[in-house]
T-cell receptor
Framework: GESVGLHLPTLSVQEGDNSIINCAYS??????FIWYKQESGKGPQFIID?????DKRQGQRVTVLLNKTVKHLSLQIAATQPGDSAVYFC??????????FGAGTTVTVRA | NAGVTQTPKFQVLKTGQSMTLQCAQD?????MSWYRQDPGMGLRLIHY???????DQGEVPNGYNVSRSTTEDFPLRLLSAAPSQTSVYFC???????????FGQGTRLTVV
């Protein structure tokens, strides 16, 4: 079936370095692709999204890249901080009311 | 604003018991949804609603019922709890376009 998945379940990053979290998707019909962050004991929190007709979108310290040719989505976090330690989920939005999530990548920031 | 509020935060049920997980939002969002999160897996959609009086099934609806009598509330009912329903449940709401959803803090349910 069609799904959204992540390449690696864990990522360890030195504080101050840049992080890159990857995701592969298979549903080319989705209008939007989204990244969520989930801190321990909390619900997911929206980070950034990208529409399917775009290649790149930048936010505050984050950049999302979409490569439709290879069905790849990535989230780049600049100057990773301890507060960035969390589980990151990519998701796709096939319509206005549904989100389909991948399994998540746990990011640990080393001091 | 409180955002999305879920109650209870923790619950232990015996197999066969029924219960209702409560979800309320104060953002006047049209869309609300319920997800379950199991270890090693992403969130899976159980049921969703696009407005008061309108609900529909998601990926994993079996064993759960929902109703949406008001814009603010979207309760999830477990009819006869089973150990396979042990999970963390999240309620979410969005104003338009599911991509920017606001999630509650979750309800951790254990069925023994």
């Amino acid at each position: 079936g069609e799904s959204v998945g992540l390449h690696l379940p864990t990522l360890s990053v030195q504080e101050g370095d840049n992080s890159i979290i990857n995701c592969a998707y298979s549903n080319s019909a989705s209008d939007y692709f989204i990244w969520y962050k989930q801190e321990s004991g909390k619900g997911p929190q929206f980070i950034i999204d990208i529409r399917s007709n775009m290649d790149k979108r930048q936010g505050q310290r984050v950049t999302v890249l979409l490569n439709k040719t290879v069905k790849h989505l990535s989230l780049q976090i600049a100057a990773t901080q301890p507060g960035d330690s969390a589980v990151y989920f990519c998701a796709e939005s096939p319509n206005d009311y549904k989100l389909s999530f991948g399994a998540g990548t746990t990011v640990t920031v080393r001091a | 604003n409180a955002g999305v509020t879920q109650t209870p935060k923790f619950q232990v049920l015996k197999t066969g018991q029924s219960m209702t997980l409560q979800c309320a939002q104060d953002m006047n969002h049209e869309y609300m949804s319920w997800y379950r999160q199991d270890p090693g897996m992403g969130l899976r959609l159980i049921h969703y609603s696009v407005g008061a009086g309108i609900t529909d099934q998601g990926e994993v609806p079996n064993g759960y019922n929902v109703s949406r009598s008001t814009t603010e509330d979207f309760p999830l009912r477990l009819l006869s709890a089973a150990p396979s329903q042990t999970s963390v449940y999240f309620c979410a709401s969005t104003s338009g376009g599911a991509r920017e959803a606001f999630f509650g803090q979750g309800t951790r349910l254990t069925v023994v």
